[in-house]
C-alpha cells in the first residue's frame, strides 16, 4: 500500500484579467495498492505523413486488467486512443501535447450506441465500462524529416 499525491493548478493571464484553479502547494492523496508499470515508448514518424501508432498497454498482451491512475507525457504532440471491447469496439481520443502532461484516476470508459448520450440528456444511469487497450500515436508530422515522439505512460493497478 502506498499514498500517491498529485497537484494540479493552472493560471492563465491576459490583459488585466486572470483565471485560476486548483492549488500547486497543496498535495491531493490517495490510497494506492496496486503495482506500478512504467511504459516508455519512443514513436517515429519517417519522412512523409505516416503518423506511425503504437500498442502501449493492452490486457490481451499481459497487460493488467484494470488501473487506478495513469500519467501520461509526451516531447510531441500525441493522441492517445482509450479502447474498450465490452462486446463491440468503442474507444476516446484525446490529445496529448508536448510538454504538457495528463493523467487519470480512472480506467473507465462510458460508452454509447444511441445518439442520444444519457450522460449529457439524463435519462438513465450510465455504466462505464474498462478501458482494455491503450495506444498512441505520434501526431507530428514527419514530412520533411523524422521526428519521434518520446512518450510516458505510467500505471498503477
Known amino acids: 500500500m502506498a499514498t500517491l499525491k498529485t497537484r494540479i493548478s493552472f493560471e492563465l493571464k491576459i490583459g488585466n484579467h486572470v ?27 519517417s519522412s512523409g505523413d505516416d503518423y506511425n501508432a503504437e500498442i502501449a498497454w493492452a490486457t490481451t498482451e499481459g497487460g493488467v486488467d484494470t488501473f487506478d491512475f495513469i500519467y ?20 476516446a481520443v484525446i490529445q496529448v501535447l508536448a510538454g504538457m502532461p495528463v493523467f487519470l ?17 439524463g435519462t438513465q444511469t450510465t455504466a462505464a465500462t474498462v478501458i ?12 520533411t524529416t523524422a521526428n519521434t ?5 505510467v500505471l498503477i493497478d
Open 72 to 91: 501520461i507525457e509526451s516531447d510531441q504532440d500525441v493522441l492517445v486512443e482509450f479502447q474498450t471491447t465490452d462486446g463491440d469496439f468503442h474507444c
Open 132 to 143: 482494455d487497450t491503450i495506444t498512441v500515436q505520434n501526431n507530428t508530422t514527419g514530412a
Open 105 to 121: 484516476n480512472s480506467d473507465l470508459l462510458v460508452v454509447e450506441d444511441d445518439t442520444a448520450f444519457e450522460v449529457v440528456n
Open 19 to 45: 483565471w485560476k484553479g486548483g492549488d500547486a502547494t497543496t498535495d491531493l492523496s490517495t490510497t494506492v495498492t496496486g503495482e506500478v508499470h512504467d511504459i516508455k515508448l519512443a514513436i517515429t514518424n
Open 149 to 153: 515522439a518520446n512518450v510516458r505512460i
